[in-house]
């Protein structure tokens, strides 16, 4: 069956990096467009990047854009997120999603922390 599974999560200091890595499974990863989204409490589930099936183009909100990072390896079936300088308003559930035409799929997302 379909499997995303997100790991890398954690709680950092403001400034500090981490990186998320998606695992996939039970679907052709190379057909499919890779994002991760995030969701603070209260607060509605956001995208934070996507990367096409390809590879070749990325788009990241502007609230990351510079700071993170998004990539993937087909042969692996993974997809990545490098978060660099992280704020207290990077905080949230971080959730790797794959989707094409009208199917979606989603993790069980990870906890990113940032606080001092």
């Known amino acids: 069956q379909v499997q995303l599974v997100e790991s890398g999560g954690g709680l950092v200091q403001p400034g500090g990096s981490l990186r998320l890595s998606c695992a996939a499974s039970g679907f052709t990863f190379s057909n499919y467009v890779m994002s991760w989204y995030r969701q603070a409490p209260g607060k509605q589930r956001e995208l934070v990047a996507i990367?096409?099936?390809?590879?070749?183009?990325?788009h990241y909100a502007d609230s990351v854009k510079g700071r993170f990072t998004i990539s993937r390896d087909n042969a692996k079936n993974t997809v990545d997120l490098q978060m660099n300088s992280l704020k207290p308003e990077d905080t949230a559930v971080y959730y790797c999603n794959a989707r094409r035409d009208l199917a979606a799929y989603w993790g069980q997302g990870t906890q990113v922390t940032v606080s001092s």
């Open positions: 990367i096409m099936s390809a590879a070749g183009y990325t």
